[in-house]
């Protein structure tokens, strides 16, 4: 049978320094100031969306659209940091681990665009990535929303110490806009759904 043998501070103090028996003790010893938990990833989650609108096809004589074809826009918010993003943030327990309702929450926070603006949201499909921000694991989950016609033309009323501008990006410049590496590659794999998206209208 095992035997425990409990030992007070003194005596542990007490053990030579090279001993086997100080090293068992230290293996298993939480770290100082901290109490004694499983290990876990710790971890941020966020949430937000890639608005974006299709125009319609030219029929006009005197197309600006040389092309006749559909273009593609995404919204994007440049935020104090100076770096362009998707309206997106952090999930809060008002949000009830609804990850969509995160979504939309930030949509309203940071660009006063409400569900009312939303034409559809695609539930299937969604851009998920993740990345380190000072050793902390961040999980990004991006869902994918087609705008109203009218809230393109809506002014977008934000806090200014968030977000200082945005803009509606042509879909094919959509990566140029991003200098971390998650972002752009994020900003591809987007880049590719809504191309096909727009040869199916």
């Known amino acids: 049978m095992l035997k425990i043998q409990i030992l007070s501070p003194v005596e542990v103090l007490s053990i030579g320094r090279n001993s086997e028996r100080q090293e068992l003790l230290l293996s298993v010893l939480p770290p100082r100031g901290h109490a004694y938990q499983p290990k876990k990833k710790q971890y941020h989650t966020s949430a937000g969306f890639v608005c974006y609108y299709i125009t319609p096809k030219c029929k006009e004589v005197n197309c600006k659209n040389s092309s006749n074809q559909r273009q593609v826009y995404v919204l994007l918010l440049r935020n104090k940091g100076g770096f362009w993003d998707f309206p997106k943030g952090a999930a809060e327990i ?63 009323y934000y806090d200014r110490t968030e977000i200082f501008t945005h803009r ?17 590659e994020v900003s591809n794999t987007i880049i590719a759904h809504l191309n096909r998206l727009a040869e199916q209208r």
């Open 94 to 156: 008002v949000d009830n681990n609804n990850l969509l309702q995160t979504a939309f929450r930030e949509l309203l926070e940071e660009t006063s665009l409400t569900e009312g603006d939303v034409k559809t949201v695609h539930k299937n499909v969604d851009f998920s990535y993740q990345y380190y921000v000072r050793k902390r694991l961040k999980r990004v989950k991006l869902f994918l929303a087609e705008l109203k016609k009218g809230a393109i033309k809506k002014k977008l």
């Open 168 to 184: 509606f990006i042509e879909l094919q410049h959509l990566h140029t806009y991003f200098f971390w590496k998650e972002d752009i």
